[in-house]
């Protein structure tokens, strides 16, 4: 049984890459895809360890923290701001 972590290993704008095969979805993203984290859920429980990222090659896909990934940084452009910042 995988260990429950409270926090997740991620934080919004966070530059992350698929760093190995993900054996268990039925139509993964290919070794070596990147994208920017844009939503992390809040981690109650391990049925809710789920991080969105919009990935740069189109596709929408959420991570889990049983996938193999690695943080490589953050975004390189500052977000945009709306509204009063």
Known sequence: MTEHRSVPPVALDD???????????PDPL???AEGTVDWVNTWTSPLSEQIGAAWDNGRSLLLLPTDPFEVIGLREEPPTCFGSC
């Open 15 to 25: 530059r992350v890459r698929i760093a190995g095969t993900m054996a268990n979805d």
């Open 30 to 32: 290919p070794i070596g």
